[in-house]
């Protein structure tokens, strides 16, 4: 079974600073699917990216990016510029590319992120 | 884009009694969908995958007989929590995959459940 893990519950920033979040996660397969999710106070699951475990290249989307290490079976994502927004419990988790059923994820333990104004 | 509609929102109900909570796609049609429970400050957890036509299946340690699951649609699938005890107490969240196979996820906006 596919474990992931996030050893920071909580995470701080200072607006407009650059945070990084940690994630590890355990596997023995060789093609799969890893995703940042954010949860806002309303708890609602945002997609925040996503990379392809075949792609080498680190996936960016705005603000966002990863970095993606799959020998060392890490996925940190980094946001820049913080934004009062930004605020949330983010999630990483991950999708085997087995799961023909559709999205089966497995989720970390999550870290609350606080931005400081 | 695709929404995934979850209601109730927040419900109470006392113990003893069962609550049904639906989960629906609106723009698209999902043969499956994912149930998961989040207790608070911690992650989500699968409960069960809930499949158009056949029986769900449920992750181990769930019970079957106390969380029932419904598929009886392509775009509605439902969980009831039967005999609810307050440790029944707890966020649902459901899930679909935009299409069979996709790696997108649409969640629904979860349901928070008080037993009292």
């Known amino acids: 079974a596919q474990t992931v893990t996030q050893s920071q519950p909580e995470m701080s920033v200072q607006e407009a600073e650059t945070v990084t979040l940690s994630c590890t996660y355990d596997?023995?397969?060789?093609?799969?699917?890893l995703f940042w999710y954010k949860q806002p106070p309303s708890r609602q699951m945002i997609l925040v990216i996503r990379?392809?475990?075949?792609?080498?290249q680190n996936a960016t989307e705005n603000r966002f990016s990863v970095n993606f290490q799959k020998a060392a079976k890490s996925f940190s994502l980094k946001i820049s510029d913080s934004q009062l927004g930004d605020a949330a419990m983010y999630f990483c988790a991950y999708r085997s590319a087995l799961e023909t059923s559709g999205s089966r994820l497995t989720f970390g333990e999550g870290t609350q992120l606080t931005v400081n104004p | 884009g695709a929404v995934v509609s979850q209601h109730p929102s927040r419900v109470i109900c006392k113990s003893g009694t069962s609550v049904k909570i639906e989960c629906r796609s609106l723009?698209?049609?999902?043969?499956?969908m994912f149930w998961y429970r989040q207790f608070p400050k911690q992650s989500l957890m699968l409960m069960a995958t809930s499949n158009e036509g056949s029986k769900a299946t449920y992750e181990q340690g769930v019970e079957k007989d106390k969380f029932l699951i419904n598929h009886a649609s392509l775009t509605l699938s439902t969980l009831t929590v039967t005999s609810a005890h307050p440790e029944d107490s707890s966020f649902y969240i459901c899930s679909a995959p935009r299409a069979q196979g996709s790696t997108e996820a649409f969640f629904g906006q979860g349901t928070r459940l008080t037993v009292v």
């Open positions: 596997t023995s397969e060789s093609d799969y699917y």
């Open positions: 990379q392809e475990a075949y792609k080498q």
């Open positions: 723009d698209f049609q999902a043969t499956t």
